[in-house]
Antibody, heavy 124, light 107 residues
């Protein structure tokens, strides 16, 4: 079974750094893109960026470029999302999700499955 | 970048009604369009990918259509368990933008 298990909820102060994780199992980590999605309280889904763990090729949404860093550690099948200096406006649930494929050659087929989400609260 | 819009932003319908949600891309995206359902407090779940392919395990009352810039998600007979917010997403190329969502509830 393909699973993405995210790290637990975090409470941080403005200006602090943070790295959250997404550990995958049930498939070859290096063969699929992993994306990150933000959901602010009561709001919609925002696509932040995506990484291909096979070669760490990473693309960011223009809205998040320079604000966060996406990385991956192949040795432990884990993707990461990190901030160097949190703001109150970073308070949100953050989801990781695998970009599934279909057919041959593989074509993208939406984000599935998703991690359970990590709630990040930034407050003084 | 390509923008995604959805209409309506919310709707209220009776059990058994046919419900249609529209998603529009500001430029053509072929059929690289997915629909997700997010129930309150839950993780989003994919319903449809490639504009019209039903994800395994999703009830057949859900269907998708469209190509290029205009897409629809249809629920043929609304059920109480379909109360949720529905998002479209383009995935032809980055950024993989989501639509703003359509909230569906029962009248």
């Amino acid at each position: 079974e393909v699973q993405l298990v995210q790290s637990g909820a975090e409470v941080k102060k403005p200006g602090e750094s943070l790295k959250i994780s997404c550990k995958v199992s049930g498939y070859t980590f290096t063969n699929y893109w992993i994306g990150w999605v933000r959901q602010m309280p009561g709001k919609g889904l925002e696509w932040m960026g995506i990484i291909y763990p096979g070669d760490s090729d990473t693309t960011y949404s223009p809205s998040f470029q320079g604000q966060v860093t996406i990385s991956a550690d192949k040795s432990i099948s884990t993707a990461y999302l990190q901030w160097s200096s949190l703001k109150a406006s970073d308070t949100a649930i953050y989801y990781c999700a695998r970009l599934a494929t279909t057919g041959w050659p593989p074509a993208p087929a939406a984000f599935d499955p998703w991690g359970q989400g990590t709630l990040v609260t930034v407050s003084s | 970048d390509i923008q995604m819009t959805q209409s309506p932003s919310s709707l209220s319908a009776s059990v058994g009604d046919r419900v249609t949600i529209t998603c529009r891309a500001s430029q053509g995206i072929s059929n690289y369009l997915a629909w997700y359902q997010q129930k309150p407090g839950k993780v989003p779940k994919v319903l449809i990918y490639a504009a019209s392919t039903l994800q395994s395990g999703v009830p057949s009352r859900f269907s998708g259509s469209g190509s290029g810039t205009d897409f629809t998600l249809t629920i043929s007979s609304l059920q109480p368990e379909d109360v949720a917010t529905y998002f479209c997403q383009k995935y032809n190329s980055a950024p993989f933008t989501f639509g703003p969502g359509t909230k569906v509830d029962i009248k």
